[in-house]
């Protein structure tokens, strides 16, 4: 979507819709693959040691997988509306990895939560207080990007105006 003023607005929204849309195949592709990245943290955790291989399972099993079928099905959405679509799949699967990067930063901060206090607090509230923790990272995250890329938007588009 783009505004009046020349910047372009990516609206968060939850849709459904491409669960009726995905072939069977696609959702077995992300089992395969997301299966393969925990199996490989396995894998390392056992020659390696356990905190090694920890470190592989904050990989987003999926994000490969999700990534081109998340450009696919936007670049065949438009291109069923008769415009072209490879513009706006390669921004919605851009999209989609910031996301897991935002989400990333929590996922860190979560477990590093855990990782200090379970061995000297109630591991249940520890997990609650690091799943709160993990929330208000992450949206304070996606607030201060969205910030700045609008932020940077504004200039880009005034900087060509003038």
């Known amino acids: 979507m783009v505004r009046n003023d020349g ?19 696609e959702y077995l592709l992300r089992f395969v693959l997301g299966g393969a990245v925990t199996a490989g943290a396995g894998i390392l955790a056992k020659k390696l040691g356990p905190s ?13 997988a999700s990534a081109t079928l998340v450009e696919k099905h936007e670049r065949e959405r438009k291109e069923e509306k008769g415009m072209g679509g490879i513009y706006r799949g390669r921004h919605a699967a851009g999209a989609d990895a910031a996301g897991a990067a935002m989400g990333s930063i929590g996922l860190i901060t979560f477990a590093v ?6 061995p000297v607090h109630n591991p249940w509230l520890v997990i609650a207080g690091a799943s709160i923790v ?16 609008l932020r940077e938007a504004r200039v880009d588009t005034a900087t060509k105006r003038n």
């Open 113 to 118: 939560m855990v990782w200090k206090l379970v």
């Open 7 to 25: 910047v372009s607005k990516m609206i968060v929204a939850v849709s459904t819709s491409g669960l009726k849309r995905a072939k069977w195949w």
């Open 134 to 149: 993990w929330a208000v990272v992450c949206s304070l995250v996606w607030f201060l990007w969205k910030r700045s890329f």
């Open 52 to 64: 090694f291989g920890g470190l592989f399972l904050a990989f987003p099993a999926i994000l490969a």
